[in-house]
């Protein structure tokens, strides 16, 4: 069986077919996926796909891309939706300073207020990190998220970033990219213990081969499976075992 750590069901593209989505899933062996928030509304949705669905689960949160114009009121909801028994992180939350919707400061503020949230909460973090290593870097260091537990989806970094991230003991998952001919994620793959990672399609984004241009769904997250699997030539249900026992820990799932 897969976990998918990292979907957004929720999203627009889903809404012709979205039962049909998640049945898919189901019949290739997903046993649970996780929906993402990435604003109050997107919370909210994901919360109520959570509720109709016994293999959704929810996060909830503020991406960097949209803190710009929230209001305290808004971090309030997020807060009160955590609590809700399906939703299990706060995410995604971080920096994104590539396509730098918001300046610095107002992201860095609205990242480590969720951490703290998440602390509050007791419920790990989904973290979203895009040229921003640096200051990423600083704020997890100092936040000591080892025993509450944090995840850098879509992984990217250079050796060093990732050698620190793993001095921090987090986890990090990658996308459908690492099965691009020009991904450069190789080594990182090869490098990361699979004790550390977790599996995420980001659906409906970052669609793996050999589906690349579709849309992505978490039916696909047998793909990046395997590509990892391939690369550290293991087979592939260890992958999947051990990312699967990775997921219910780390999300206190209970399936
Ligand atoms: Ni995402």
Do not use: W
Not at 43 to 52: G, I, T
Not at 228 to 249: F, W, Y
């Amino acid at each position: 069986m897969f976990i998918d750590t990292h979907a957004h069901l929720q999203f627009k593209s889903f809404d012709e077919d979205r039962e049909m989505v998640i049945q898919r899933a189901i019949e290739n062996d997903v046993a649970a996926m996780i929906t993402i928030g990435t604003d109050l509304t997107s919370s909210l949705q994901a919360v109520d796909l959570a509720e109709k669905y016994a293999a959704v689960y929810a996060a909830v949160g503020i991406h960097p891309t949209d803190c710009a114009e929230v209001a305290d009121h808004d971090f309030d909801r997020i807060q009160e939706l955590a609590t809700h028994p399906k939703v299990v992180a706060i995410g995604e939350v971080g920096l994104d300073y590539y396509h730098m919707r918001a300046t610095r400061e107002k992201q860095k503020n609205a990242f480590v207020y969720q951490i703290h949230m998440a602390k509050e909460l007791k419920k790990p973090l989904i973290i979203h990190n895009r040229e921003s290593h640096q200051d990423m870097y600083e704020i997890l260091a100092e936040q000591n998220l080892a025993d509450l537990g944090a995840v850098l989806h879509s992984f990217s970094g250079d050796d060093a970033f990732f050698r620190k991230i793993m001095e921090l003991d987090l986890y990090i998952s990658f996308t459908g990219n690492i099965t691009f001919k020009k991904s450069t994620s190789d080594q990182l793959v090869v490098q990361a213990p699979l004790e550390r990672l977790l599996l995420e399609t980001d659906s409906p984004f970052l669609t793996p081969a050999p589906f690349r241009g579709k849309r992505n769904e978490p039916a696909y997250v047998v793909h990046t499976a395997r590509k990892i699997a391939d690369l550290k030539e293991i087979p592939v249900e260890e992958v999947a075992r051990v990312t699967s026992e990775n997921a219910v820990s780390f999300f206190k799932l209970d399936l």
